[in-house]
């Protein structure tokens, strides 16, 4: 720890705990300590740590080919491509290397195509307020927290906020300027904000009627954090753009962006691009996760075990004064306080138990989609102590 405030950038207010080693829904510190995982990465790791299928995947492809450009076809990339596409709605895939870059691109391919396609002049996003897509200049101006903003103006144009969650809002915010509107279907980093049943249904017609694209930012609830393989399946309808990462890669550092066919045409060669983006090893591993989570049905188990869960946080917030609201969705869920919420991480991490927060009150869970009602149970009980202990 010393070392690395040294030596590492300090962009980050990291726990005191070097953790070195996990398995299954366990991490271990350097000095053997164990702690319950819910917190997997930021909902990264979607089969835990360690596990056998990640890592046969990663032995075997390691001893083949590891990086080639993609000036060169790539076996696995365009398996994982068409898996994608027949699990999603079809369209074609871009591969890059975050959330944020899949974000990126996303804005990008809406322009252009956009530009082509209608006008010149229509090339404004519209996005949500309280929104986070990432820490690019285009992501960063697209998210909706000034927090996120302060000390990078002047941000870059084309980028419009309104309220989440507010259709009327949507209808009077896209104009003859407007080329996409950007959202979440489920909003993580500021609180896992869930919308009305309606409002995502309302915006693709709104999208379809105006003719702007629908780009949903599925980087966190995508890869069956939800409930379902992507989240916008709940609402029964289809982005005209969706973005992946987190926990497609299973750990390791991939993003990718799906388009319609029509849309993704506006993409030729040398119009975006990504050195690293979708190598053979990374889209081998992310196969052998998806793969997985489709074989073992956790899109299923995370909706079974999430409602496990949000039975208990809610049982707390019936029981715990500090406590406001349970809420989320499959193993996407929040705890919101009337009291901040990092004491009350720090006091889990003490007693063995990872968890997040999202916002300045609320606790985030996102376990890994392996987790059981056994380890459930294990986080309530020192969740239950900790809450207890600052109600007092």
């Known amino acids: 720890?010393?070392?690395a405030a040294h030596y590492l950038a300090n962009t980050y207010a990291r726990f005191p705990v070097v953790l070195v080693k996990g398995s299954g829904v366990r991490v271990w510190d350097a000095e053997g300590k164990a702690y319950?995982?819910?917190a997997a990465g930021i909902a990264v790791d979607v089969l835990g740590h360690c596990h056998p299928k990640v890592v046969e995947a990663i032995r075997a492809q390691a001893g083949l080919l590891l990086h080639v450009s993609n000036l060169y076809f790539i076996e696995p990339q365009i398996r994982l491509a068409r898996a994608l596409c027949e699990y999603a709605f079809g369209g074609k895939v871009f591969f890059c290397n975050?959330?944020?870059e899949a974000n990126e691109a996303a804005i990008k391919l809406a322009r252009r195509y956009t530009k082509a396609r209608w006008s010149s002049d229509r090339y404004e996003i519209v996005c949500m307020r309280e929104s986070f897509h990432g820490r690019t200049m285009a992501t960063v101006t697209a998210t909706g927290q000034e927090k996120y903003q302060h000390g990078f103006e002047p941000l870059l144009p084309g980028f419009k906020h309104i309220p989440f969650n507010d259709l009327p809002a949507a209808e009077r915010a896209i104009d003859s300027r407007t080329c996409a509107v950007l959202v979440e279907p489920i909003q993580g980093e500021s609180g896992v904000r869930i919308p009305d049943d309606d409002y995502l249904p309302g915006l693709r017609q709104l999208c379809s009627d105006?003719?702007?694209l629908l780009i949903l930012d599925e980087v966190q609830t995508g890869m069956g954090r939800t409930g379902r393989l992507f989240a916008y399946e709940h609402s029964r309808?289809?982005?005209d753009i969706m973005t992946l990462?987190?926990?497609l890669g299973g750990g390791l550092p991939i993003g990718a962006m799906l388009a319609r066919d029509a849309v993704a045409g506006a993409f030729v060669p040398g119009s975006h691009a990504s050195t690293f983006g979708g190598n053979p090893f990374v889209t081998t591993v992310a196969l052998a996760v998806l793969t997985e989570i489709l074989d073992a049905q956790l899109s299923e188990r995370a909706a079974k075990i999430g409602a496990y869960l949000l039975g208990c946080l809610r049982n707390l917030a019936?029981?715990?004064p500090i406590v406001k609201e349970a809420r989320g969705?499959?193993?996407m869920l929040a705890l919101e306080l009337s009291v901040p919420a990092k004491p009350i991480v720090d006091r889990c991490l003490e007693r063995g138990l990872l968890i997040l927060t999202a916002g300045d009150q609320v606790l985030r869970f996102v376990p890994p989609l392996i987790i059981g009602e056994a380890e459930v149970d294990e986080a309530m009980h020192i969740l239950d102590l900790v809450l207890t202990e600052e109600s007092r």
């Open 98 to 100: 975050s959330g944020a």
């Open 210 to 212: 105006r003719e702007v």
């Open 36 to 38: 319950l995982d819910f």
């Open 318 to 320: 019936e029981r715990c």
């Open 329 to 331: 969705k499959g193993l």
């Open 1 to 3: 720890m010393a070392q």
């Open 245 to 247: 990462a987190k926990g």
């Open 237 to 239: 309808i289809e982005p």
